[in-house]
């Protein structure tokens, strides 16, 4: 499975940006989409997650971020409201067979990143 990540940018506080992750080869066995994000000097952290059990939020995005899929199109999305500043870091997207979502442990593949950055 490849993904390709796209959509990140430079936005103020309070603006908006959406990320996409496509992805192509045998994704017919994907059951969990997870976005993860990494800010300069911290370690990676869980941002989102969708699988066929519903949709996963960190506290600190819940009601900003929403994570949607296009089955059809093989392709997630990560639509980011009311960006903070400590929103910013390179967004990383990321698949796996299973229904963990949680920890970056079980994803099997992994996006290039995408870098949000949110001034103030």
């Known amino acids: 499975v490849q993904l390709q990540a796209s959509g990140g940018g430079l936005v103020q506080a309070g603006g908006s940006l959406r990320l996409s992750c496509a992805a192509s080869?045998?994704?017919?066995?994907?059951?969990?989409t997870g976005w993860f994000r990494r800010a300069p000097g911290k370690e990676r952290e869980f941002v989102a997650a969708?699988?066929?059990?519903?949709?996963y939020y960190a506290d600190s995005v819940k009601g900003r971020f929403t994570i949607s899929r296009d089955n059809a199109k093989n392709t997630a999305f990560l639509q980011m409201n009311s960006l903070k500043p400590e929103d910013t870091a390179v967004y990383y997207c990321?698949?796996?067979?299973?229904?963990?979502?949680?920890?970056?442990?079980?994803?099997?593949?992994w996006g290039q990143g995408t870098l949000v950055t949110v001034s103030s």
């Open positions: 080869g045998r994704t017919f066995n994907i059951y969990t």
């Open positions: 990321a698949v796996n067979t299973g229904a963990s979502y949680y920890s970056a442990i079980p994803y099997d593949y």
């Open positions: 969708i699988s066929r059990r519903g949709t």
